[in-house]
């Protein structure tokens, strides 16, 4: 069983920077592709990238690209995202999510993933 564990949620303003970070334990984290998703309210879950096992292959949604990274340390167990540049429609919930199937190359939809986080809240304001 991989439990996740989100965190560095917070309040900020309209231009500024956020890192979230996910500790996962229980499981070989090294296994498996990692993704973020975020809920905003009345709105159905996104996503918002996913990083691959090795942590050298990434993608992410039209609306963060080129704004949000993500990254990973295997040896820390953790996943990052790094988010610049935000703006009032990023507020949402986000979750950091596992994919356990190697077979799952770049998964992309909530349904593809095994094992999720809490979630920690995010706010921009303008």
């Known amino acids: 069983q991989v439990q996740l564990v989100e965190s560095g949620g917070g309040l900020v303003q309209a231009g500024g920077s956020l890192r979230l970070s996910c500790a996962a334990s229980?499981?070989?984290?090294?296994?498996?592709?990692m993704g973020w998703f975020r809920r905003a309210p009345g709105k159905e879950r996104e996503f918002v990238g996913v990083i691959k096992r090795s942590g050298g292959s990434t993608l992410y949604a039209d609306s963060v690209k080129g704004r949000f990274t993500i990254s990973r340390d295997n040896a820390k167990n953790t996943v990052y995202l790094q988010m610049n540049s935000l703006k009032p429609e990023d507020t949402a919930v986000y979750y950091c999510a596992a994919v356990v199937n190697p077979r799952i190359v770049i998964p992309t939809t909530w349904s593809q993933y095994d094992y999720w986080g809490q979630g920690t809240q995010v706010t921009v304001s303008s």
């Open positions: 229980g499981g070989t984290f090294s296994n498996y592709n």
